[in-house]
């Protein structure tokens, strides 16, 4: 009995240290540096993008590092304000702080981190997985699932909202009349977003 108590401890451990890409059982993860929070919203009826990001982003880390994605990832929170959002466009990015944020509760869109889901991991390729992200938004929260890929200390995650979802049919319907001709009349609802930030990596097996 003890012998198949041990050599199932010793399975599950080995599981483990698969899923965190251990090397010498010993690897920490950080995230460091900045996470930036892009976006891509739709216009016109042929559904043309038009991307940018926040330039003011606050997140607040769930630890400082781990042994894992989920260590350093799951309970972190990013509170972004969307008076500072940068499509390259100034005029655009006037014309979206005046007639969609601020027509919605709040400055600000908060997001948290409340669950991890990794994918099998292939030895040469990216890992892969899902982020399950609990937004805020117009007062209303929704969960949403953002897939995940880790290459060279880099991880990026991307996700879709439906901005109708958030009760924001007011400023959907402000934005779409202040941007009418430029949009073709039709502004969608459905916006992808995505942040990526840097992991730095000690002591572990992290394919390239």
């Not at 559904?47 to 997140?59: E, M």
């Not at 972190?76 to 466009?89: E, G, L, P």
């Not at 040469?124 to 953002?146: A, C, L, R, S, W």
Request: net charge positive.
């Amino acid at each position: 009995m003890v012998k198949i108590l041990l050599s199932i401890f010793l399975f599950m451990t080995v599981l483990n240290a698969e899923e965190m890409g251990l090397k010498g059982g010993s690897c920490t993860l950080a995230q460091e540096g900045a996470v930036v929070v892009s976006f891509e919203a739709y216009k016109t009826p042929a559904k043309v993008g038009v991307g940018g990001v926040f330039d003011s982003v606050k997140y607040t880390p769930t630890a400082p590092s781990g042994k894992n994605f989920r260590e350093i990832f799951v309970g972190s929170q990013v509170s972004i304000d969307t008076a500072s959002v940068n499509s390259k466009n100034e005029t655009r990015d006037d014309k979206l702080v005046k007639f969609f944020f601020d027509t919605m509760t709040g400055k600000n869109i908060t997001a948290k981190i409340s669950d991890y889901k990794p994918n099998k991991l292939f030895k040469g390729k990216p890992k892969t997985g899902v982020f399950i992200v609990e937004v805020t938004m117009n007062g209303v929260t929704k969960t949403v699932p953002m897939n995940y890929s880790f290459d060279a200390g880099v991880m990026v995650a991307n996700g879709v909202i439906d901005i109708l979802d958030f009760s924001a049919n007011e400023a959907l319907s402000s934005i779409n009349k202040a941007c009418y001709d430029l949009h073709g009349g039709k502004t969608w609802s459905d916006v992808s977003i995505g942040f990526t930030t840097k992991v730095s990596y000690s002591l572990c097996h992290v394919d390239k």
